[in-house]
Each structure stands twice: as C-alpha cells, then as structure tokens.
C-alpha cells in the first residue's frame, strides 16, 4: 500500500496462545502494510499436526524444525508478517536469531476467553480446546522483551490493528 506506515523492524511476528487472534490480526496487519502473510501453523511438521489433533501438547523438541522453518521464512521474505504462538523466551529467541531485526505483537488473553473462541473454531482446526491449558502453562509473557507490542486480544479487530499501528510507530519514534 502506498498510504502504509513505515515500521521497523521490517519482520513482526504476532504471538500468544491459541484463539487470540494471531491469524486475523496478522492478516489485517500485513494487509495493511502491504506485507506478504506467512501462517505459521501451515508449517508444522505432519507429525506434529497429527500429535496436536490428538489432543498431545507439542514439546520443545517438536518445535525446533517448525520454529527454524519460520525463522528462515522471515529472513527471506521480509517485509513480513507471521502468526506463531512463540510462547516461551527460547522460541522468540531462536526466531530473533534467524531474524535479528524482529519484532513481535503480543496479543494478550484470559484464558476463559481463550477456551470459548477455540472451542467456537470448526471442528477441523488443528489445535483442539483441550490444549488451551498447556498453551497458558507453556506461556512465559515476553514482558521487557525488546521489540514486543502488547494488545489486549479481546479488543475488536479494528481496535487490536489501530493500537498495533500505534505502538509499533510510538516505538519507531523511541529509536
């Protein structure tokens, strides 16, 4: 778009726990900045989608591959969006690695409200609602993590994109 605003870092990674809205709002965000769009779930290995329709929480070990695919999709693409729960420290960390300019959106939720929107997902979804438990146990907030916008995911999604823009340019003003 030719009215976008300019943002730094060039790659942002929209995080949390399932059913805060990483898919939309990424969607919105890249749209508007007329950035390509990369759906991290689309890039699980096959075991590991099978493992998480199962009802199996994924560990560290089942994320490596997954997280250093996507770490190597942002490092090529940019400018780009990506959804990716990154829910622990290591996994940001190993996404910055690939990535060194990253930055990330945290959209925040409770966990009620993180239940009902997985459990409102069609039944073909990858990620079942009796894995939101483990996602808030996995879950370390990236709080004074350099380069994280935090946005309330129960906010409408023009709410989530205006504050999103917001930060992100309050950020480019701090550099």
């Known amino acids: 778009m030719s009215n976008a605003p300019t943002i730094s870092p060039r790659a942002l ?3 949390g726990v399932a059913g805060c809205g990483k898919t939309s709002v990424g969607q919105t965000l890249a749209s508007t900045l007329g950035w390509a769009f990369i759906e ?3 890039h699980h290995a096959p075991a590991s989608i099978v493992k998480m329709q199962a009802g199996q929480p994924l560990t560290d070990e089942d994320r490596w591959g997954w997280l250093d ?3 190597g999709m942002l490092a090529s693409q940019a400018p780009v969006v990506l959804s990716c729960s990154a ?3 290591v996994y940001r960390d190993r996404l910055r690695a690939a990535c060194p300019s990253l930055g990330f959106v945290f959209l925040e939720i409770d966990k009620a409200l993180a239940l009902e929107r997985v459990s409102a997902r069609a039944a073909g979804h990858i990620f079942p609602a009796s894995l939101v438990d483990s996602q808030f146990q996995t879950l370390e907030p990236p709080i004074g993590e350099p380069g994280v916008v ?3 995911a129960a906010l409408s999604p023009g709410e989530q994109l205006t504050q999103v823009l ?3 340019a309050q ?3 701090a550099r």
């Open 13 to 15: 990674v929209v995080m």
């Open 40 to 42: 991290g779930d689309a």
């Open 69 to 71: 695919r996507l770490g």
């Open 87 to 89: 829910l622990k420290r």
């Open 150 to 152: 935090t946005v309330s």
């Open 166 to 168: 917001h930060l992100l």
């Open 171 to 173: 950020q480019e003003i």
